[in-house]
């Protein structure tokens, strides 16, 4: 069982993440939007989407950060365990909170507005609930384990048994001892990794960075001869009307 959950499952996912992918990109290029609603309602979407964006932002960067770079090199650039477990938690409880709240904003507005309920789709909905387990089990691990309780390494564990995967050398022995919570969140974010290519979060790929540090006010340089200026159209129809007549 152990070898299933552990090494079975984070393949398969993997797999179908860039499968997935793939296939998205081949045979349904049309599907490869935002499906954005802005236009049906922009009220709560004014507030939910950057919080969401933003908290999602900073907890992809602070599980990056604590699954894929050691507990040796953090240390050995000078950031001792206490430093760098205080910012973690703290950085994550609260970017966490915005996640949440964003989340909480984007998934009310989906039910309270008749027009944007009537867009969603039944991935929709499966996406915004992988979406609120996976937050769940992040906050509780954060909150309820690390700032309010006894708190939990998993530097040591978790980050190590992940970083196997990509090695083909995982430790299923350091997630059997881990904390529920925090098993439950690993095989929830594989899973919601599998679901990823299936499911509106495609556009991320495809986000025009550019739009970043491109000016408000793009000017174009003319190339070529500046075209004849044109009569205007009273000195037009005067011509126009005298051909006329001439020609009777």
């Known amino acids: 069982m152990n070898t299933l959950i552990w090494i079975v499952l984070p393949y398969f996912c993997l797999g179908v993440f860039v499968g997935g992918h793939v296939w998205r990109w ?6 490869w939007t935002s499906h954005t609603s802005q236009l049906l309602e922009s009220r709560i979407l004014r507030w939910g989407a950057p ?3 933003l908290g999602a932002f900073g907890v992809i960067g602070g599980h990056a ?3 894929l770079v050691p507990a040796a090199l953090t240390e050995k650039i000078g950031i001792s365990e206490h430093v760098y477990h205080t910012t973690a938690v703290w950085g994550g409880t609260v970017t966490g909170t915005m996640l949440v709240a964003g989340l909480a904003l984007l998934i009310a507005r989906r039910f ?4 944007v309920r009537r867009v969603t789709t039944a991935t929709d909905k499966v996406l915004y609930a992988a979406l609120a387990a996976m937050v769940a089990l992040g906050m509780t691990a954060t909150v309820a384990t690390n700032l309010l309780g006894d708190g939990y390494d998993y530097r040591e564990t978790i980050a190590v048994w992940f970083r196997g995967i990509f090695w083909l050398q995982p430790h299923t022995e350091l997630m059997t001892s881990a ?3 925090y098993q439950l969140h690993a095989i929830g974010g594989f899973l919601f990794l599998a679901l990823w290519p299936f499911t509106r979060l495609v556009h991320v790929w495809s986000a025009p960075l550019a739009y970043l540090w491109r000016p408000y006010v793009v000017y174009r340089a003319r190339r070529g001869a500046a075209p004849a200026p044109q009569p205007p159209p009273a000195v037009v129809r005067d011509t126009g009307r005298r051909g006329v007549g001439a020609h009777h």
């Open 26 to 31: 081949r045979h349904d290029q049309f599907g």
């Open 65 to 67: 950060m604590g699954l």
């Open 179 to 181: 904390p529920l919570v």
């Open 51 to 53: 919080l969401f964006h």
């Open 112 to 115: 309270v507005n008749g027009r």
